[in-house]
């Protein structure tokens, strides 16, 4: 029975994780497949600077980590930003996902060009970040905004009537620009893709389910990340990012 953990890039409580969950309702997995969602110790408000990437990095690789050490046998990142992936690939045998990276690949396979559409001004520059380090910055034909502030634990809920048709029309404004496929560019926003699917004429794609799915089929074809491309450390810190996490959920708490 494989079981795969998606890591949750906030320290959330149930409430929160619920709502990660509801991505789970847009995809089918196999029967006998387990989807856990793990949150952060600690990290990263909004993920809008490099400020805040490079604690989401520590926060994702810390919590992948420790998820290994529970015995699950794949990891998906639950951020666009692909945070701590490459760190965990480096440590770990499982297969590791990230969903910025296998969006815009998939996206490549539905057609020549892609765009990102997105809810907020602030999670531009986590794109164009992850384009340019994937080689794919001549494929992407724009990044489409509503500029709308997210709430990253409720998500878009209550906001559907407001925040649906900006985003239908600016998805419209992306396949005016050239796009052949537009790629949703939070998890956050996965409740919008069963209207923006049936209200755009290009493909729309799910980034969070995409992981899911990916995920299982590394599983059932028995491949993992190549040490070729993602070196082992020849001196690993476990303990010292674990101690950093715990310490920064410490002070997270002492200052609430």
């Not at 409580?13 to 949150?39: C, Y």
């Not at 493909?203 to 990916?214: A, M, Q």
């Not at 001196?235 to 002492?254: D, G, Q, Y």
Request: net charge negative.
């Amino acid at each position: 029975m494989p079981r795969v953990c998606v890591l949750v890039p906030f320290a959330f409580d149930e409430k929160g994780l619920a709502n990660r969950r509801a991505q789970q309702e847009s995809v089918e997995l196999g029967r006998d497949m387990v989807l856990d969602f793990k949150p952060v110790k600690a990290g990263p408000a909004l993920y809008d600077s490099y400020h805040d990437y490079v604690l989401a990095d520590l926060a994702m690789l810390e919590a992948g980590l420790e998820a290994a050490g529970e015995g699950y046998d794949a990891l998906c990142i639950d951020t666009m930003s692909d945070s701590g992936v490459n760190a965990l690939r480096s440590m770990l045998d499982i297969p590791v996902i990230g969903p910025g990276k296998a969006s815009y690949l998939t996206a490549l396979m539905l057609g020549h060009k892609f765009s990102v559409l997105t809810q907020w001004d602030g999670w531009i520059p986590l794109y164009r970040k992850g384009v340019q380090e994937y080689g794919l910055t001549d494929h992407l034909v724009s990044i489409r905004s509503i500029n709308t502030p997210p709430d990253v634990e409720n998500l878009l809920g209550g906001k559907e009537d407001v925040v649906f048709p900006k985003l239908r029309d600016a998805g419209l404004a992306c396949v005016e620009d050239g796009a052949d496929v537009i790629c949703l560019g939070s998890t956050t926003m996965h409740q919008a893709h069963g209207y923006l699917s049936e209200n755009l004429p290009v493909p729309v794609i799910n980034p969070g389910p995409l992981t899911y799915k990916l995920a299982e089929t590394m599983l059932a074809l028995r491949l993992t990340q190549s040490r070729q491309a993602y070196r082992r450390p020849d001196v690993e810190k476990r303990e010292m990012i674990h101690a950093m996490a715990k310490a920064a959920a410490e002070s997270e708490k002492a200052l609430a």
